[in-house]
């Protein structure tokens, strides 16, 4: 079984990954190294056995694959030689280049996955370099796989486009989802019924676009067909140009996700 070590294990995304693919054995807890500044680290209470340091030397000499889930900007605290070592990252915006030229490693696997890992509703598009081994992108695959859809791609430059459109997970949905819920209680509805009713709502809109033939467009194209209530709304959101101010915002998470290297 391959032992993985998780610099910065302690943080959201590291135990929104981990804690599924522990559940599906995927690593064993005695195999899991885990790292954090403080070495305060919560979530792994239902795995007593995995390892936990704040010394990352530490945890490479103990690890077969080393996984990055530090913030970027934390990476010039980290010196580290993993010359002929297979690394992982899940950082916004570091390249493979970035990475082999701070750390000596050629065998990269870059991911980006989202918060609803904890869910196991990650979208997670990863690219891996031309050395890593095929047992190594095996392990990447089933690792992503434990916690939603992992999904290799041949660009790592789509992956600064992923961090926009994806690795926000719920953020730009959430910002809807709490809009709705505001009107909705300027306009009487109780606050709490207000909440479970929006959350309800993309919910099910969620599963349904998921489990359906029909495109987003589709649908959308359905409601506006009925020129009714929903068609009234609808229009009103397109006239007030909604898809401008998601392209703006999408154009701008890319833009910042790119920035490092500007
Ligand atoms: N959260 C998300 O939705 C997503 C995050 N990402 C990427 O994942 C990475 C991690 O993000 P996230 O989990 O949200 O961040 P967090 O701040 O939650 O976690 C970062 C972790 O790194 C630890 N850390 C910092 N410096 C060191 C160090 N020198 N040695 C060991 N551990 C260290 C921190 O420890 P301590 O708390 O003790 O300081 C903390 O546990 C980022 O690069 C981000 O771009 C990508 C996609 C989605
Ligand atoms: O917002 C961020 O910078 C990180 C990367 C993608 C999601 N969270």
Redesign the pocket.
């Known amino acids: 079984m391959t032992h993985l070590g998780v610099?910065?294990?302690?943080?959201?995304?590291?135990g929104?990954l981990l804690r599924p693919a522990l559940a599906d054995r995927v690593i064993r807890p005695a195999d899991l190294v885990l790292?954090?500044?403080?070495?305060?680290?919560s979530g792994f209470e239902s795995w007593p056995r995995v390892h936990m340091t704040?010394d990352?030397a530490i945890l490479v000499d103990a690890s077969d694959v080393i996984l990055f889930?530090?913030?970027?900007e934390?990476l010039d605290?980290?010196e580290l030689d993993l010359r002929g070592r297979f690394v992982i990252s899940?950082?916004?915006?570091?390249t493979v280049e970035e990475i082999g030229e701070r750390y000596g490693a050629r065998r990269i696997v870059r991911a980006?996955?989202?918060?609803c890992a904890e869910q196991r509703l990650s979208f997670t598009p990863w690219f891996a370099t031309d050395d890593v081994r095929p047992s190594e992108t095996d392990f990447a695959q089933r690792f992503f796989a434990a916690s939603g859809q992992a999904h290799l791609i041949t660009s790592e430059q789509d992956l600064d486009y992923f961090?926009a459109l994806t690795?926000?997970?719920a953020a730009f949905p959430a910002l809807m989802a709490d809009a709705m819920i505001r009107h909705a209680v300027e306009s009487g509805i109780d606050p709490d019924t207000a909440d479970l009713a929006v959350r309800q709502l993309f919910l099910g809109a969620a599963t349904q676009m998921m489990r359906v033939a029909e495109t987003p467009a589709d649908i959308v194209e359905l409601f506006m067909e009925y020129r009714g209530t929903t068609a009234a709304g609808l229009s009103a959101m397109m006239e007030a140009n909604i898809e401008h101010a998601i392209f703006n915002g999408l154009t701008a998470a890319r833009r910042k996700a790119s920035q490092r290297r500007t």
Do not use: E, Y
């Open positions: 610099i910065g294990g302690g943080g959201w995304l590291a929104a790292s954090s500044r403080s070495g305060q680290i704040t990352n889930s530090v913030r970027p934390d605290d980290i899940v950082m916004a915006g570091v980006m996955p989202n918060a961090t690795g926000s997970g």
